[in-house]
DNA sequence: GAAAGGTACGCAAACGATTGCCTGTCCGGA
DNA sequence: TCCGGACAGGCAATCGTTTGCGTACCTTTC
């Protein structure tokens, strides 16, 4: 047992020949060593948990699969674990992690709204979604980054009246881009930001809203892809053209939506697939008990410029 | 060790109070038991691996979350495995599933096409994506049925010139989708079955091409949600009325496409989750040891009707 | 030819649980 | 008082690895 040991993983002192053999007796008899019984001795799992708050979802993938690729260079695999936002299902589901005994914990939501603690004694980094506290270490996007982003973009296109259709004041990601909105546009910014919700409906009617009210714009920051498109069919409907007399940005670069824009939507790119790479890179290192280069990492937006602002 | 062991697992015989004691100790000391260690005993691990043959999408989603449903009442934790279609990448995973013992697999994909079977002796459930060796287990969607749904409903509703509009004739889904309308159509389709692909751009196009060529047609059965929803797009651009003129049903119920349609599409729902759910349910009693009632399941499609028909 | 030194391999403990079997204690009955 | 039986709980083997240490054998040198 030993020596086979030694032999498949390359350790202790043994002749080439018998390594060899060892390995080729392997192979024939389709031998695998117990990643378990491994685990037992070597005190590890090479297994760790992607708990996610809210359900899985279109930004909850492109996490979970960066994560994946960063922690399978270190041979690690990743458990789900899905709360459905219920307290007791999520009790339940770190239990059953913790019997698991995984390494680490990646842990992300929907909402860029904090998320309380969790009660672990394992590593755990938060993706997408940040911590109360603020010391643990997370990945983040740059809320205010992705707002900064389109609207310097629209201001350098000659913009100089854009309106600001986003989400629901409440949540957290609304506030602080409009809050940027606000301060990078300046002057340029048509009255207040219109707070409304996370749909393509919302976009047709902020839309009708602000013609009926009046409102001279001649670009519309969107504060999603989905109220984007809206923005861009009632636009067309009302028989403005894009970007001609409008000139309409979004933020997500989901493809879905910003392909199939009439025209194509310029948009901020969160890179959420960095984002998993990099949580996965930094629970790697905690877990393989390196020290962190930083606590915090913030993973910039990217801009993608296509007809509906040029 | 063994007494604590009885007390928190129910087993042996042991004074009430006993188990008490043990259960409070356990509960104090924050302890729960490895389950690795018990897996080695019990020779199962209470795990199984959820492999996807393309990445995970949209339509994995919905299977996954359903296949975690089944598998949690087994207390059965899933690992996950992308191959992104890239066969060295899918031995690399198979290796690592093997070598962490799980108990079986889920194997799905993105498309119906069939895939050639696993080499793995442990139990595997193909899940939507079939397997090329028709008596491997498996719980697929109901193509045919899918499309019959759909044109039943038309003609239902008194619709007498379909046209078909679907996604690339290469993938059997559209294949076989077609022949069923063909079928239950008959005298009711218009031309010839429309082969593009699985988007919006496309129903869009095809709309063009369609009334271009004179075609005349009082009803559109779509292949997908997305080319529905362009082909709803451009038939409003045309002065056409939906449903008045012409109506319009997709495939996939996909909450984004088909309630921000305008408008609201009527519908087959392929039922994803259930799909999902009833993979883990065989799989949990492939993995128990039960016999199953039946190695094929189909789970039927249901019709959701809206406003683009009624 | 014998001792010294080095290399290759085997042995056994340990990881953390489960489980069958054995033992000790307590009770009741003769 | 002694024995039998029932019940509670402890002991140790087992699952499949890793790893440090001991040992056998081979080579080299005087």
Redesign the interface.
């Known amino acids: 047992m030993g020596t086979v040991s030694k032999a498949l993983n390359g350790t202790g002192s043994l002749r080439e020949e018998t390594r060899r053999h060892v390995r080729e007796t392997a192979e024939r008899l389709g031998f695998?060593?117990?990643?378990?019984?491994r685990?037992?001795v070597a005190g590890r799992?090479y297994?760790v948990g992607?708990l996610t708050t809210d359900?899985?979802?279109r930004f909850m993938?492109p996490i979970?699969?960066g994560a994946?690729d960063a922690l399978s260079v270190g041979?690690i695999?990743?458990?789900?674990a899905?709360t459905r936002d219920d307290h007791a299902r999520e009790q339940h589901l770190l239990?059953?992690?913790?019997?698991?005994?995984v390494d680490g914990l990646i842990v992300t939501g929907r909402t860029t709204d904090a998320r309380d603690p969790l009660d672990v004694d394992i590593p755990v980094v938060h993706a997408f979604a940040p911590s109360n506290d603020d010391s643990a270490p997370a990945v983040l996007t740059d809320e205010a980054g992705a707002a900064r982003l389109v609207v310097e973009h629209l201001l350098a296109i000659g913009r100089r009246r854009i309106l600001h259709v986003t989400g629901p004041e409440r949540h957290r990601s609304s506030r602080v881009r409009a809050e940027e909105v606000r301060r990078v546009a300046g002057e340029a910014l048509v009255g207040e930001p219109m707070f409304g919700a996370w749909?393509?409906?919302w976009g047709l009617r902020a839309i009708d809203l602000a013609l009926a009210s009046g409102l001279e714009f001649d670009a519309v920051c969107a504060g999603s892809d989905?109220i984007a498109?809206?923005v861009l069919?009632r636009l067309r409907e009302r028989g403005l053209s894009v970007p001609a007399d409008v000139a309409v940005t979004g933020v997500d670069n989901w493809d879905?939506m910003a392909l199939?824009a009439r025209p194509a939507l310029t948009t901020a790119d969160l890179c959420l697939a960095e984002i998993g790479r990099r949580s996965g890179e930094m629970l790697l290192d905690l877990v393989e008990g390196r020290e962190l280069s930083e606590q915090r990492v913030v993973v910039p937006p990217r801009l993608e410029v296509r007809g509906s602002t040029v």
């Open positions: 695998v060593a117990d990643a378990r019984a685990g037992l799992t297994t992607f359900s899985f979802g993938l979970l699969m994946e041979q695999a990743v458990i789900l899905d239990r059953s992690l913790r019997s698991r005994r749909s393509e409906e989905q498109r809206g069919d879905v199939a």
